[in-house]
């Protein structure tokens, strides 16, 4: 099965960018500091000096080039559009000095609670595709709140805890993946989310950093938090990985199979590298930036 979700892995017009209907403000309303991933500082407020006066990116086919490399990296999964066409209803933050400042705290609040969405949405397809209407109404309960409350005026946003949304998901979340692999057979008891790859300990919050794990055995794996920065996943089996917090930067996905893992995310693939091999599900652009 390669296409899972409702929203087609974030890339519905609510829940995947939309630059063409949003004010820049990723390119605004963030801020970057001066390093591999930006060739400059900018507070967060001050345009880029690369935002045009209609909104768009003077240099976007250039961007990994000028070494801007984060902005291609970056998915705001529809914050963008909802808050400049929803919440504000087409005021732009060039308008007054009001609607800048709130919109720009709005910003980073619509967009956790649109990551939140995503994730809901997907655990739902999997309780649905178990056929398993008990596990799919909490999560669809839950998502209707999140959903509301991503919908609602600046004020409420701005008070909503957000933390506490994640906090109350999370469990369902983490509940609907162990299913999903357990009924690959990936997960068979209470120690199913640890697994030994050589020395290296494979699980939830594992440090993986620059480890070696080519052509690896990870399907069905936990891979939860996991830091996998500069990680060798050439020719890996990921097939029903757990993906949620993982730090996929520069990790080498070369070859590697990806299909149906477990809340992975268009941001998470173009952080990564990795070639015209490797094999994500339906919904996922290929990053332009990968080896061909």
């Known amino acids: 099965m390669t296409t899972r979700t409702r929203v087609t892995l974030g890339r519905r017009e609510d829940l995947g960018a939309d630059c063409a209907n949003c004010f820049g403000l ?12 930006f060739p400059v500082d900018k507070d967060a407020g001050d345009p ?34 909802k808050v400049s066409r929803h919440t504000f209803a087409g005021r732009s933050w060039r308008d007054d000095t009001a609607t800048r400042d709130a919109m720009f705290a709005v910003f980073p609040v619509v967009r956790r609670l649109h990551e939140l969405l995503r994730y809901l949405d997907e655990a739902i397809t999997l309780a649905h595709d178990a056929h398993d ?20 005026d600046p004020d409420t946003l701005l008070a909503a805890d957000v933390d506490a949304e994640y906090d109350a998901a999370r469990p369902l979340l983490l509940g609907a993946s162990r299913d999903a692999r357990a009924r690959d057979g990936s997960v068979h008891d209470g120690s199913g989310d640890d697994r030994r790859i ?42 029903r990985c757990e993906c949620i917090g993982a730090d996929l930067r520069d990790a080498d996905l070369s070859g590697a199979d990806l299909r149906g893992a477990v809340y992975l995310t268009q941001m998470q693939v173009n952080a990564a590298r990795g070639d015209a091999r490797t094999r994500l599900d339906d919904g996922f652009q290929r990053p332009s930036h990968w080896a061909g």
Not at 53 to 79: K, Q
Not at 133 to 152: G, K, M, N
């Open 198 to 239: 050589g020395r290296l300990r494979v699980g939830p919050g594992a440090d993986l950093l620059g480890a070696d794990l080519r052509r690896a055995d990870l399907q069905g794996a936990s891979l939860r938090g996991a830091l996998l920065i500069d990680a060798d996943l050439m020719g890996a089996d990921l097939r």
């Open 133 to 152: 209407a008990h596990a799919a109404a909490p999560l669809t309960e839950r998502f209707d709140r999140v959903r509301a409350l991503s919908d609602a």
């Open 48 to 81: 880029c000096a690369n935002l045009d006066p209609t909104d768009g990116c003077t240099i976007h086919p250039r961007l990994r080039s000028e070494g801007f490399r984060g902005c291609t990296v970056f998915d705001c999964s529809g914050a963008g559009q």
């Open 26 to 37: 990723c390119c605004v309303a963030l801020a970057f500091t001066r390093s591999v991933d």
